[in-house]
């Protein structure tokens, strides 16, 4: 019972925007997130979600696999861990790039890398490079940290390495020099492009020159469909450097592509004292990666993710011939797009002046849906161009999806 004799409890209803640190009024709500949401009808056929094929996703080996674990290890598969990973995990990794599980930590999802790294590294200020267009989700990883971007200029073989030298030359002159360079070399996304292994390995010999840590996001690296394998940065950097405790290429590797990416299992190999630093931000965040997914991934490693590798290869390859071939047929003459060697993504330009987001609206209302391209430039523009996802669209989805995606660009070029 209350009387009216009896004090009111005291509540506080607080101001949030007033309350959210800096770091929080810098984050801003991922553009793709939000176009997937309108585009989840299922009678639409969407090009914009990044997400692997459903029907390829290894549902029965990862059943088998879970029993495996919890037969082999019991109650170590469902208790706490060590924040590092994994060993085994680690140690078959490590085997895989010739260095020491010491070099390598595993991550939930490479997304957590980025956001750890970006901690660590990222400064209120400092200059962050960045290729134009690039991944979206690194830009919202990085943005609380309060980065300065520099946009490097690219074109069909990714970063413009001659152009980026004049780049840093300045920013040293300016007395702003970068601090770090992010890049996806392998089908990057959103481009599809692919960095040529001479432009790599000028990158590690001008990074290293200008004292530039280069963070190398590798996610689709496995999902090469045509032409030969390059070697990575960090790879090129280990040669160039002597060794992964003298290399300033710091490395992003993820299961989420070649495995599933609902285990959430990715890892980031660098030199000691950063990996170091890593273990103590990852203890703050989640203290370690799930252990049983961990310990399922790496019952998957040795047999399973290789046929993975090859069904998903094979796929992802004939869908982006399909589109490709779709997009020759029914796009206009002035649109231009890359052809991707491997992933899922590819790129389209349309004309100056068209705008994608605007597009988009029209497309959908002919029931095909994609990414508007500006969101992927960390300094704007970009407003005429989008991403297309080939990976999870049928071929007959792909033919009536281009299909209609030509037309509504020749009724906006109209
Ligand atoms: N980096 C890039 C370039 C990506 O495209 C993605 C996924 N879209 C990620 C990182 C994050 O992947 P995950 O966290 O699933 O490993």
Redesign the pocket.
Known sequence: MTSSTEPRPTTFNPDWEAAFSPGARRLGSNAIREILKITQSPEIISFAG?LPAPELLPIEEVRAAAGTVLDTYGAAALQYSSTEGHLPLREWIAARHGISPANVQIMT????G?DLLGKLLIGEGDVVLVEAPT?L??LQSFGPYGPKYAEMQTDDGGIDIDALEGQLSRLRRAGTPAKLLYC?PNFQ?PTGRTLSLERRQRLVELTARFGVVVLE?D?YGALRFTGEAIPSVYELALAHCGGPESSHVIYSG?F?KVLA?GL?D?WVQAAGPMIGKLIQAKQGADLHTPTFNQMIVSELVEIVMPAQIERVRALYGARAQTMLAQMQTHFPAGVTYTAPEGGMFLWVRLPEGIDTAALLLRAVERQVAFVPGAPFFALGGGHNTLRLSFSSATTEQIGRGIQALGLTILEALA
């Not at 999802?109 to 957590?112: E, I, K, R, Y």
């Open positions: 990044g999802g490479s997304q957590q980025l991944y989700g690194a996806v996304n996001d996610p993820s989420s990416p959430r990715a």
